[in-house]
Nanobody, 119 residues
Framework: QVQLVESGGGLVQAGGSLRLSCAASGGIFSINAMAWYRQARGKQRELVAGITSGGSTNYADSVKGRFTISRNNAKNTVYLQMSSLKPEDTAVYYC?????????????WGQGTRVTVSS
């Protein structure tokens, strides 16, 4: 079955950088948009950045100029390069993909990877 596996989270000091990766696997025929969401403790999950199959991107205002989303279609992988990290970026980051497996498109989610930014 389809799996989205994130990696790259961890603890970093404010001002530092991290790169998240998310690899999709398991009977995938096609992937449309891919995205990163995050959920801080006590808050709702929010969109961080998204990227279409053609490479168009969009970002939350809070991360513009600091985060960059990219993807490797050949590897079914999406990345999130995070720079100039702030304590308020601390959250669990989730990968999301709109993909076709088993004959229809639907949303899939990864299990999440924790990012902690210390001040």
């Amino acid at each position: 079955q389809v799996q989205l596996v994130e990696s790259g989270g961890g603890l970093v000091q404010a001002g530092g950088s991290l790169r998240l990766s998310c690899a999709a696997s398991g009977g995938i025929f096609s992937i449309n948009a891919m995205a990163w969401y995050r959920q801080a403790r006590g808050k709702q999950r929010e969109l961080v950045a998204g990227i279409t199959s053609g490479g168009s991107t969009n970002y939350a205002d809070s991360v513009k100029g600091r985060f960059t989303i990219s993807r490797n279609n050949a590897k079914n992988t999406v990345y999130l390069q995070m720079s100039s990290l702030k304590p308020e970026d601390t959250a669990v980051y989730y990968c999301n993909a709109d993909l076709m497996a088993g004959g229809r498109f639907r949303d899939y989610w990864g299990q999440g990877t924790r990012v902690t930014v210390s001040s």
